[in-house]
């Protein structure tokens, strides 16, 4: 308060305020005092200093805005105090933003932030789009009051650039768009130039592209109509436009010139008229069998040969044979719907070779035929294989009356051929466009080996070959009857994992004793090494492996006994303890646990409790006798020997396998019944304690049981030997599924000759079942066949020519470093193997696994005259077949003109010396004789055996038919 009353003859003042900084002079105040008069007074002079910071104050306001242009005159800001006086103390980044929108939707460009060092701070190429009044800025610096810059104008600018108003659609060939463009003559900022003058233009700025590959791209359109547009308060309008062409992704220019930028409009197709018929752009090629064709491209067009964009209804296609014969299945060709007036046809599988074939495409009552193609059969043609890494020809085929599939191709390690012959029919997988083929093979130099072919793609095709490699591991195997994988992590002497084989020995046929050692075998990085033996087990028959306490375990049923206990012999529980002596971690007995021709042992946990299973097969003189469940408990904390304890008895008949599994928080075993006949299967109460009987499955001697699970759904296996009238006979095994409401229920057979043993195994990505066939009366020695699962069943993968093989497993195991010397770990960093012990006699089977990959080299011969003008025809017995041929070499419909180099070879006289093309008659079933129901081949003489030559092709001439 400047003014006031005196209170007794003083006057206080308590609020004076001087706000600026006296800077190089000082201040007075000068109080006058008015009675009877006036009279004055002066004070002393005195200092007015800067105050604490307070907030950004702006010292010079933006000037000369115009939209989309710097600023003229750029503000200038500083920190000050609650006066506005400079306190140079402040430092930090200033940001500058809209504080009042004038424009509504207009933004601030340019360098929107400037370092305060202690003074005052000039923006720098600040910028405001939108034209309008009322624009205010505001400056803001941490910890401090934001200044705000008086209210300003910004003006439109000068005219810069064009945009789009209104973008063009796409339309008909010759026919107006049908959205017809318009563009705006805009400043820097994007404002509209209301009263702007001039000329704005309509070029195309991009041609179209072609609407598929085949048809010619349309660099020769033209842009029909007005390309000078109406100009209307700052825009021009077009309203006549049109192109002359097809296309996709068709741009045009708009032009004003002055300086004034361009702008291209976004892109839009033209397509032809309505369609009155189809045309094959893209025509059948040759096919293999059930693989995917290549892509074949059907349009709908009008009468001048334009795509029907708009044309988009379903399109199907069905197989003509081009001699009215029947046709083979064809695989998704039908609801393919078109699109830009093309429907694509990318999936098509045709079932079966056959002649000479066409396709009839139709949609909405329009429809074409395709050119004349062939199918082939998959396997067929010569392959580059890549074998145990080196290259190697594969001739392949597939027999026109048997269907099976046989081949040949070098063995470059023994320089031997090897042979291969499919044992079964190739498995259709139409779902995948896949065909698969599992069959054995031979050469000298390996002997008989497993190999398994894989066909998905056109021009490739992948496999796995098991080679035997080793008939016996470090020690002979007597009457082997189960053979395991253990990987076990082992603590001491240092932690390590370590990979075992463990073998069940049965019967010493030298000694004609059921009493002899089975052994554990170490894995050292190419060799499994004795690592122990078990001295004295009793007919063994199998093993398992179990962890409780943390300590490692196992388990022999002991089955017979020749030497006093017979049937009645125990088995026997061993844990893996250090010996001292032998310096290594060996299984040492701890526990004997009577059985009844104990078969099976199987460990399972449930509530956190241990229990084992054993499944009793035979007493001496009963197979219907009881099975057992026993507890396993620590009671004693200074033992590590756990107490057995029987808890259930399970009525049997010749139990041969067990199994536990789990769905959900409930828990099953499941048994094997040989002489029941059946599969029984009971579930944990936890009530009682037990298992009760929850489902019988009824089958045919059934020796083995295993359960899986393969994406959330429970499977059971079970092997099935098969008897009738005390004779061994053949019968399918079986897979059966878990429903909820029925419980276990049939879902695939598998053809087994006597199976013995089944198991699950999951290894390198693939879910495998194996099987072994000890007594396949088709197979003098049995087989053991492994199937693999493809997304929906399990087919055949290989064939194992073992013998008698009553167990087989198979692993993975690392190789440490390389071994040439050895048989395994001579090549990568681990080896993938199978090894099958024999149930009768001695011996065991080693195979490793190879992977196989080919790439087609050639697909099929082509005949051809090489008389010009003369065509082939019927000829009679013993008469010169005229004209002189050429068989020429094919790859789908490439002829192949250079053979040189194919698969390593650098000239011809290595590669096809030894190839030549049989020339036989081959007569199609639809023109043989009667009762002829496949391919008649009618045997040629002379010059019936041609070499190829490196231009791949052999010349026939001279030849003549042997029979009619």
């Excluded at 080299?857 to 004209?883: K, N, R, W």
């Amino acid at each position: 308060m400047s003014s006031l009353e005196a209170d007794m003859g003083v006057a206080a003042f308590t609020d004076l305020f001087v706000g600026r900084q006296s800077d190089g002079f000082t201040y007075m105040l000068r109080f006058t005092v008015t009675v009877n008069g006036t009279d004055a007074l002066d004070s002393q002079n005195f200092s007015v200093f800067v105050g604490p910071p307070y907030g950004m104050w702006v010292e010079t306001q933006p000037d000369g805005v115009f939209g989309g242009d710097p600023f003229i005159v750029q503000p200038v800001v500083y920190a000050g105090d609650w006066s506005g006086n400079l306190v140079p103390s402040v430092s930090g980044v200033v940001s500058a933003a809209i504080g009042t929108n004038g424009g509504l939707t207009g933004v601030l460009s340019g360098q929107t932030t400037a370092v305060l060092m202690g003074d005052k701070t000039t923006f720098v190429n600040l910028t405001l789009d939108r034209a309008g009044q009322g624009y205010s800025l505001i400056f803001s610096i941490d910890g401090l009051v934001s200044g705000e810059t008086l209210p300003f104008t910004v003006q439109k600018g000068n005219a810069t650039q064009l945009a789009m108003r209104r973008e063009p659609s796409g339309g008909i060939v010759m026919r107006l768009l049908g959205i017809q463009p318009a563009v705006e003559v805009h400043d820097k900022g994007g404002n509209k130039i209301s009263d702007w003058t001039g000329t704005i233009t309509v070029s195309i700025g991009l041609e179209g592209s072609a609407i598929h590959p085949t048809l010619a791209t349309n660099i020769s359109a033209t842009l029909i109509g007005t390309t000078n547009g109406l100009i209307f308060n700052g825009a021009g309008y077009f309203w006549n436009l049109r192109l002359d062409k097809m296309g996709l992704g068709f741009v045009l220019t708009f032009s004003a010139g002055d300086g004034i930028r361009d702008v291209n409009s976004t892109g839009f197709n033209i397509f032809g008229d309505t369609a009155t018929s189809l045309r094959v752009l893209v025509q059948p090629s040759i096919a293999r069998t059930t693989l995917r064709m290549p892509e074949i491209v059907v349009a709908a067009q009008d009468d001048n040969g334009d795509i029907d964009g708009a044309f988009a209804v379903p399109a199907s296609a069905d197989l003509m044979a081009v001699d009215g014969s029947a046709v083979p299945q064809v695989y998704n060709s039908s609801s393919i719907a078109f699109a830009n007036g093309l429907a694509i046809f990318d999936s098509v599988q045709v079932a079966e070779s056959a002649g000479q074939l066409q396709m009839n495409f139709s949609a909405d009552g329009l429809s074409v035929v395709s050119d004349v193609f062939d199918v082939i059969e998959a396997f067929t043609g010569w392959w580059d294989l890549t074998y145990e890494g080196d290259h190697v020809q594969l001739a392949m085929s597939r027999d026109p009356w048997s269907r099976k599939v046989s081949a040949t191709w070098s063995d470059a390690a023994t320089s031997a051929d090897v042979s291969y012959a499919a044992t079964h029919d190739p498995e259709i997988d139409v779902e995948n466009a896949c065909m698969t083929v599992a069959g054995a093979a031979y050469s000298a130099g390996r002997g008989m080996s497993s190999a398994y072919f894989e066909h998905c793609e056109r021009e490739l095709m992948t496999g796995l070959s098991a080679d035997l490699v080793a008939t016996e591991l470090e020690t002979a195997t007597l009457y082997g009857k189960d053979v395991q994988h253990l990987v076990i992590v082992e603590n001491y002497p240092t932690t390590e994992t370590v990979h075992y084989i463990l073998v069940a020995n049965a019967f010493n046929s030298t000694s004609s004793s059921y009493t002899l050692d089975s052994a554990l075998y170490k894995w050292d990085s190419g060799t499994f090494n004795l690592h122990q033996t078990f001295p004295s087990t009793k007919g063994a028959t199998s093993w398992e492996y179990f962890q409780m306490g943390g300590s490692n375990y196992l388990i022999v049923a002991n089955h017979f006994d020749d030497t006093g206990n017979g049937y009645g012999t125990p088995s026997i529980i061993y844990q893996q303890e250090w010996d001292q002596g032998e310096g290594k971690l060996i299984f040492n007995p701890i526990q004997s646990v009577s059985g009844s021709g104990a078969v099976v042992w199987r460990h399972f946990v449930i509530d956190e409790f241990d229990y084992l299973a054993v499944a009793n097969y035979f007493n001496g003189s009963d197979f219907d006798i009881n099975s057992k469940v026993y507890k396993l408990e620590r009671t004693n904390p200074d033992t590590l020997v756990p107490r057995t304890t029987p808890i259930q008895s399970i009525p049997t008949s010749g139990a041969r396998d067990l199994v536990h599994f789990a769905i959900g928080s409930m828990d099953y075993i499941a048994f094997a019944n040989r002489w029941g006949g059946s599969v029984a299967i009971y579930r944990w109460s936890s009530t009682s304690e037990q298992f009760v009987h929850f489902q019988e499955i009824n089958t045919t001697a059934p020796m083995g049981v295993d359960a899986f699970v393969i994406d959330g759904v429970q499977y059971l296996a079970i092997a099935n030997l098969a008897r009738e009238n005390s004779v061994e006979t053949s019968s399918n095994s079986s897979i059966h599924v878990f429903d909820a409401s029925a419980g276990f229920v049939f879902y695939q057979d598998l053809p087994t000759q006597g199976a013995s043993f089944i198991r699950a195994v999951y290894n390198d990505d693939e879910q495998l079942l194996t099987l072994a066939n000890v007594h396949d009366v088709s197979v003098t020695n049995g087989t053991c066949d492994v199937y693999k699962w493809d997304g929906s069943k399990f087919r055949p993968y290989l064939e194992l020519p073992t013998t008698h093989a009553h167990a087989l497993t198979v692993l993975t195991a690392p190789c440490a470093t390389n071994n040439p010397g050895g048989p395994l770990c001579d090549r990568a960093a681990s080896e993938r193997m199978v090894i099958a012990v024999n149930g009768i006699g001695s011996g065991s089977e080693v195979f490793r696994f190879s992977s196989l990959n080919a790439t087609t080299f050639a697909t099929h011969l082509q005949m051809e005259s090489i008389s010009s003008g003369v065509s082939f025809s019927d000829t009679q017995v013993g008469v010169t077949i005229t004209p002189d041929v050429v068989a020429r070499l094919m790859r789908f419909t490439e002829w192949v003109t250079e053979v040189v180099g194919f698969i390593g070879i650098s000239s011809a006289d290595g590669l096809f010396a030894t190839q030549k093309i049989l020339a036989d008659a081959v007569v199609s079933s639809f023109n043989a004789p009667t009762g002829i129901t496949g391919p008649k081949v009618a045997p040629v003489l002379n010059e019936n055996l041609q070499f190829v030559t490196v231009a791949g092709e052999a010349t026939f001439g001279n030849i003549s038919a042997t029979s009619s």
